[in-house]
C-alpha cells in the first residue's frame, strides 16, 4: 500500500511542481505587468506637462497605453497556464473591428480631437468662432469642444465638426484691430470728419496709441463718403470698444453737425397738364 501511494506522489508531484511553478510565473509577471503599465503611463503624462502641450492629451495616451500593456499581460499570464492565445487575440482584434465600425463617428472625433490637442489651434479661454458658433471655450476633451456663449448658453460640438471647418481664434494674439465703418454726407468736409473720429478714439480708455489708429477714406458710395476706421486694443477690450465707439462717433458727428446720410431716393413730379 505505501508503495501504491509513494507511485501515486511520484506520478503527481512533476505536474503540481509545474502548476505551482506556472502560478508564481504567473504573479511575477502580472507584479512587473502593472509596475510598468503604471510607470508608462506616468511618463506620458510627465511628458505633457510640458509648457506648450496639453495635458488632456498625454492623460488619454497615458491611459491607452497602460491598458495596452495589461492587456499582453495577462495574455502572457494566460499563456503560462496553455492556453491558446492565438484565438483570443484574434477574437479581440475582430471585436475591437466591429466596435471601430460601430462607432465610426465617435472614432472620427476622438481622431479631430487628437488633432486639436496636438495642433493647438485654441485653448480654453479663448474665444473662438468654428462650426458655425461663437463663444469661449471652457471645456476641450478626446470628443467634443465646450463653448459659454455671450447669452449664458452651453454649446457641445463634436471635435469632427471643428477640425474640418474654418477656426477663428479672436483671442490669440495680444493687440485686435477693431474694424468698423462710418459714412458721411458729400456735402461734409472729409478731414473734419476725420478729426472728429480721431478725437472719439483718442479719448476711448481702452484703444491703444500704439499702433494708432487707422482712419481713411474706403469707399465713395452712391448716396455718402465711408471712412473705414480701424483702432486697436488688448484682446480682452475688443469687444467693449466695438459695441461703445459706433455711438460715441455718432454722438461726435451730431455734436459737430456732420451729416451721416442714409439711403432715400428723389422723386420728380411731373404735370402733363401744364
Same mark, same amino acid.
Given at each position: 500500500?505505501?508503495?501504491?501511494? $509513494?507511485?501515486?506522489?511520484?506520478?503527481?508531484? &512533476?505536474? =503540481?511542481?509545474?502548476?505551482?511553478? %506556472?502560478?508564481?510565473?504567473?504573479?511575477?509577471?502580472?507584479?512587473?505587468?502593472?509596475?510598468?503599465?503604471?510607470?508608462? /503611463?506616468k511618463?506620458?503624462?510627465?511628458?505633457?506637462?510640458?509648457?506648450?502641450?496639453?495635458?488632456?492629451?498625454?492623460?488619454?495616451? !497615458? +491611459?491607452?497605453a497602460?491598458?495596452?500593456?495589461?492587456?499582453?499581460?495577462?495574455?502572457?499570464?494566460?499563456?503560462?497556464?496553455? #492556453?491558446?492565445?492565438?484565438?483570443?487575440?484574434?477574437?479581440?482584434?475582430?471585436?475591437?473591428? =466591429?466596435?471601430?465600425? =460601430?462607432?465610426?463617428?465617435a472614432? +472620427?472625433?476622438?481622431?479631430?480631437?487628437?488633432?486639436?490637442?496636438? *495642433?493647438? @489651434?485654441?485653448?480654453?479661454?479663448? *474665444?473662438?468662432?468654428?462650426?458655425?458658433?461663437? !463663444?469661449?471655450?471652457?471645456?476641450?476633451?478626446?470628443?467634443?469642444?465646450?463653448?459659454?456663449?455671450?447669452?449664458?448658453?452651453?454649446?457641445?460640438?463634436? /471635435? $469632427?465638426?471643428?477640425?474640418?471647418?474654418?477656426?477663428?481664434?479672436? $483671442?490669440?494674439?495680444?493687440?485686435?484691430?477693431?474694424?468698423?465703418?462710418? !459714412?458721411v454726407?458729400?456735402?461734409?468736409?472729409?478731414?473734419?470728419?476725420?478729426?472728429?473720429?480721431?478725437?472719439?478714439?483718442?479719448?476711448? &480708455?481702452?484703444?491703444?496709441?500704439? @499702433?494708432? @489708429?487707422? #482712419?481713411?477714406?474706403?469707399?465713395? %458710395?452712391?448716396?455718402?463718403?465711408?471712412?473705414?476706421?480701424? @483702432?486697436?486694443?488688448?484682446?480682452e477690450?475688443?469687444?467693449?470698444?466695438?459695441y +461703445?465707439?459706433p455711438?460715441?462717433?455718432?454722438?461726435?458727428?451730431?455734436?459737430?453737425?456732420?451729416?451721416?446720410?442714409? &439711403?432715400?431716393?428723389?422723386?420728380?413730379?411731373? %404735370?402733363? /397738364?401744364?
Open positions: 500500500m505505501e508503495f501504491l501511494d $509513494s507511485i501515486d506522489i511520484n506520478q503527481h508531484l &512533476p505536474a =503540481a511542481i509545474a502548476w505551482a511553478t %506556472n502560478i508564481l510565473l504567473a504573479i511575477v509577471i502580472l507584479i512587473i505587468g502593472f509596475w510598468i503599465a503604471g510607470s508608462a /503611463n511618463l506620458i503624462i510627465n511628458i505633457g506637462k510640458g509648457k506648450h502641450l496639453d495635458d488632456t492629451l498625454f492623460r488619454f495616451l !497615458g +491611459s491607452f497602460r491598458y495596452l500593456i495589461l492587456a499582453f499581460v495577462f495574455i502572457a499570464v494566460l499563456n503560462r497556464f496553455g #492556453v491558446q492565445t492565438a484565438s483570443i487575440v484574434a477574437l479581440l482584434g475582430a471585436a475591437g473591428l =466591429a466596435v471601430g465600425l =460601430a462607432l465610426q463617428g472614432m +472620427s472625433n476622438l481622431a479631430a480631437g487628437v488633432m486639436l490637442l496636438i *495642433f493647438r @489651434p485654441y485653448k480654453v479661454g479663448d *474665444f473662438i468662432d468654428a462650426a458655425g458658433c461663437f !463663444g469661449n471655450v471652457t471645456e476641450i476633451d478626446m470628443f467634443t469642444t465646450i463653448l459659454q456663449t455671450f447669452d449664458q448658453q452651453q454649446v457641445i460640438i463634436p /471635435n $469632427s465638426q471643428i477640425w474640418g471647418e474654418k477656426i477663428i481664434n479672436h $483671442s490669440h494674439y495680444d493687440v485686435r484691430g477693431v474694424d468698423m465703418h462710418f !459714412g454726407a458729400y456735402g461734409e468736409s472729409t478731414d473734419a470728419a476725420r478729426a472728429v473720429i480721431d478725437s472719439v478714439l483718442a479719448n476711448h &480708455p481702452h484703444i491703444l496709441k500704439d @499702433p494708432a @489708429p487707422f #482712419v481713411e477714406v474706403e469707399t465713395l %458710395n452712391d448716396s455718402s463718403v465711408d471712412f473705414l476706421v480701424r @483702432p486697436f486694443c488688448k484682446g477690450h475688443y469687444f467693449d470698444v466695438l +461703445s465707439v455711438e460715441l462717433i455718432k454722438k461726435a458727428l451730431d455734436e459737430n453737425g456732420i451729416e451721416i446720410p442714409f &439711403p432715400h431716393r428723389k422723386v420728380i413730379m411731373v %404735370n402733363e /397738364n401744364a
